[in-house]
């Protein structure tokens, strides 16, 4: 296994389009056998996106978080943003992966999809065992993902999410059979409840300190617990939830920018702008003309 110099900072990779649709969320490959040019993957990394991998035949290993996995005929390998991932060199491999970022989820009026055991992974797994009517089951809704792939549309990507929808709650079923037995941690639990107070109460406060008092424990505990857990800040977690939220909003409602800063909590308009462009890189309004494109 390679590692990166002490110098040299974990990289991150990004969900590129692959020619066939341009989308930037949502992409699928296909490995028969033959690989391409794997040295980028054999060195410590992330990823800003999901990953999701059905493994048909393959010999060789990864490490997913510091945790080494022999990869395994007809298994499930999931894993998410920000997760330190190297692989070791395999030369074949036979597989179907479905690669989708937060935004491709957050978009699809099934707003649970980001609540799902295998999206939040209360328990860290990155490997799921099927049986043979689960690889059946698999591969049929991997071979229609496949097909409605290479059929750019204006029903694409709600076909798309159509299907993913299916192939993760199937998954996640999987996972909560799988997994059962194995009691979260008390840190693990801390994180949960977190989230899921921001999920509540994310209109109304917007800093960690609030947090903190409805949780019964100090803004330091807080974060520090918080970051061990998720590998991410406090602040980022309510943050990502009300960008989350904005996206939506731009995307499925004509509200005004100024309305839709004020029910997210922001007292200013210019504020929430300067904040969306932030997080994301983009300004609210060119965000909202950028997806309505693509999506409809």
């Given at each position: 296994m390679q590692l990166l110099d002490s110098h040299s900072p974990?990289?991150?990779?990004?969900?590129?389009p692959d020619g066939v649709t341009g989308n930037r969320h949502f992409r699928v490959y296909n490995y028969n056998g033959s690989l391409p040019n794997l040295a980028e993957l054999l060195i410590p990394h992330r990823k800003d996106h999901y990953l999701l991998v059905f493994i048909r035949k393959a010999g060789g290993r990864q490490w997913i978080?510091?945790?080494p996995y022999i990869l395994q005929d007809n298994t499930i390998y999931f894993s998410g943003p920000d997760q330190v991932i190297v692989k070791e060199e395999f030369k074949q491999l036979w597989s179907t992966g479905i690669a989708f970022t937060g935004e491709f989820l957050s978009l699809q009026e099934n707003a649970s999809l980001t609540r799902l055991p295998l999206i939040q992974n209360p328990q860290g797994g990155h490997e799921l065992k099927l049986t043979e009517t689960d690889v059946t089951f698999v591969e049929d809704i991997l071979a229609k993902i496949n097909v409605e792939y290479q059929r750019p549309s204006e029903w694409q990507q709600r076909m798309l999410a159509a299907y993913l929808t299916v192939l993760l709650t199937y998954l996640s079923r999987l996972y909560s059979e799988q997994f059962t037995g194995n009691d979260p941690s008390v840190e693990k639990l801390v994180l949960t409840r977190f989230q899921a107070k921001i999920d509540e109460c994310f209109r109304e406060w917007h800093e960690v300190n609030d947090y903190a008092s409805m949780l019964h424990v100090s803004a330091?505990?807080?974060?520090?617990?918080?970051?061990?857990?998720s590998g991410k800040p406090a602040i980022k977690h309510i943050h990502e939830r009300?960008?989350?939220?904005?996206?939506?909003?731009?995307?499925?409602?004509?509200q005004s920018?100024?309305?839709?800063?004020?029910?997210?909590?922001f007292s200013d308009a210019s504020y929430f702008n300067r904040f969306f462009k932030r997080e994301t890189g983009t300004t609210p309004a060119e965000y909202r003309t950028y997806i309505r494109k693509m999506y409809q």
């Open positions: 974990v990289p991150v990779y990004s969900l590129e978080d510091m945790t330091g505990h807080l974060s520090e617990v918080v970051k061990s857990q009300l960008v989350l939220e904005a996206r939506r909003l731009l995307f499925h409602t004509h920018l100024k309305e839709i800063a004020f029910d997210l909590g």
